[in-house]
């Protein structure tokens, strides 16, 4: 398996532009997980799904983030407007939590930089 | 929400074990103990998870004290790959919420 795949792994970005963020689970894991890692506020839960529902959005900074998951193969996360305190690494991992391990498998993140 | 606490930081000698230890006094009697690391600029990576045995496996070993107020991640023999940031997790099994706190940074040094 070619483990989570994440797009863009690198974006800039300008004040005001709309910003996608793209994730492929892993094939069979049922949860899918967003994270924002700063260096001031480490790695921070956003939204998690389970089976494509959102199950617990108050990680969300603001309304200008939205997650969404129209399968279980992928899932975005938007920020529109952006703004440069929205610089950060975005993860997104999947899993299954309740079976076996529990681990979730992370993506290499996408690294957004908002000028 | 602070479930565990965790030195900022440590060192350990290549070769030698390195022990993280991690505080966990209100876990509850459904958590497990989580432990996962982050290479510099990678995803974290799972390492290890126990509920109230030791459990060992090819990365490192887990040791949780009898009332399982604490535990402590044990890496046999480090080596210069294993500079990362450990993070130790309370979570319930049937929880999908998985959050991570500041972390354990280890510096492995030649």
């Known amino acids: 398996d070619a483990g989570v795949i994440q797009s863009p792994r690198h974006e800039v970005t300008e004040m005001g532009q709309e910003v996608t963020l793209r994730c492929k689970p892993i094939s069979g894991h049922n949860s899918l997980f967003w994270y924002r890692q700063t260096m001031m506020r480490g790695l921070e839960l956003l939204i998690y799904?389970?089976?494509?529902?959102?199950?617990?959005d108050s990680g969300m900074p603001e309304d200008r983030f939205s997650a969404k998951m129209p399968n279980a193969s992928f899932s975005t996360l938007k920020i529109q407007p952006s703004e440069p305190r929205d610089s950060a690494v975005y993860f997104c991992?999947?899993?299954?939590?309740?079976?076996?391990?529990?681990?979730?498998?992370f993506g290499e993140g996408s690294r957004l930089t908002v000028l | 929400d602070a479930k565990t606490t965790q030195p900022t930081s440590m060192d350990c000698a290549e070769g030698r074990a390195a022990n993280l230890p991690c505080n966990h006094s209100?876990?509850?009697?459904?958590?497990?103990v989580y432990w996962y690391r982050q290479i510099h600029s990678q995803g974290p990576q799972y390492i290890i998870h126990g509920l109230k045995n030791n459990e060992t496996n090819e990365m490192a070993s887990l040791i949780i004290t009898e009332d399982r107020k604490s535990s402590t991640l044990i890496l046999p023999h480090a080596t210069l790959r294993d500079t990362a940031v450990y993070y130790c997790i309370v979570r319930a099994h049937n929880n999908n919420d998985m959050r991570f706190g500041a972390g354990t940074r280890l510096t492995v040094k030649p």
């Open positions: 799904f389970n089976n494509n529902v959102p199950i617990d």
């Open positions: 209100t876990i509850s009697g459904n958590e497990y």
């Open positions: 991992a999947s899993g299954t939590p309740t079976q076996n391990t529990g681990e979730l498998f």
